[in-house]
């Protein structure tokens, strides 16, 4: 439950920012197929993951994290 929430969140922002999958799992540095795994929350993404996800799209931690009862 906790990986798809994080998927949704950092599939949305992507779209956002403009980026497509193929796009944005090259800037980050990992394979488009672990990036759809995580943005259909089948894989929780690491924390390395989430620190480049956040510096990439400039989108602060605390914006990009699930809140706590959503």
Do not use: D, Y
Request: hydrophobic share 35%.
């Amino acid at each position: 439950m906790e990986a798809e929430k994080w998927g949704r969140r950092i599939r949305a922002f992507r779209k956002l920012k403009g980026f497509t999958q193929e796009g944005f799992a090259k800037e980050i540095g990992i394979s488009v197929s672990l990036l759809g795994e995580i943005e259909r929350g089948n894989r929780m993404p690491s924390h390395s993951v989430i620190e480049t996800v956040c510096e990439k799209l400039n989108v602060p931690l605390v914006e990009l994290q699930p809140p706590e009862n959503g």
